[in-house]
């Protein structure tokens, strides 16, 4: 069971009003014919997909982590995901640092995606070409053999 609200926003606005820093909040009077009511509902929904059961999840990772024969290589591969994540991070971040670097990315990217896009994605022979491409390399990384 969760409680939803749907909320429905209106601006009311004075004939005379000002964008102004005020020093202290100030009742504005609406004029007539231009202000809405903020109107909230709350209802009550009982559907499956709201629901989040933890103990089922718990359980179904308790149970593949036991079907798991090598957990220390496995353990080893998650601590290298977690540190090299960081060190991208890091990375990024110093790059980002540097003065004129960011905007010549950031150039870079642009030209290399109107490239891709005039090469692949603008005419079907080159789509057709892309989508074969993208299925032999899926090929390629599951082993599946035609």
């Not at 009311?12 to 909040?25: D, G, N």
């Not at 007539?32 to 709201?50: F, H, P, S």
């Not at 999840?57 to 601590?79: E, I």
């Not at 670097?101 to 057709?128: A, C, D, I």
């Amino acid at each position: 069971m969760m409680l939803s609200a749907k909320p429905s926003l209106t601006v009311c606005r004075a004939a005379s009003a000002r964008r102004t820093a005020a020093v202290a909040p100030r009742a504005v009077r609406p004029t007539v014919g231009r202000c809405q009511r903020l109107v909230v509902r709350a209802e009550e929904t009982t559907t499956a997909e709201t629901s989040f059961d933890s103990e089922k999840v718990l359980k179904d990772l308790q149970t593949k982590w036991d079907a798991v024969d090598n957990k220390g290589a496995v353990a080893a591969y998650v601590g290298g995901a977690v540190v090299a994540i960081w060190l991208s991070s890091t990375v990024v971040n110093a790059i980002g640092q540097v003065p004129l670097l960011p905007k010549f990315m950031e150039l870079v990217g642009l030209g290399y995606s109107s490239w891709f896009t005039y090469r692949y994605l603008l005419f079907k022979s080159s789509r057709e070409e892309l989508l074969k491409d993208v299925g032999d390399l899926s090929k390629k990384i599951t082993g599946t053999a035609e």
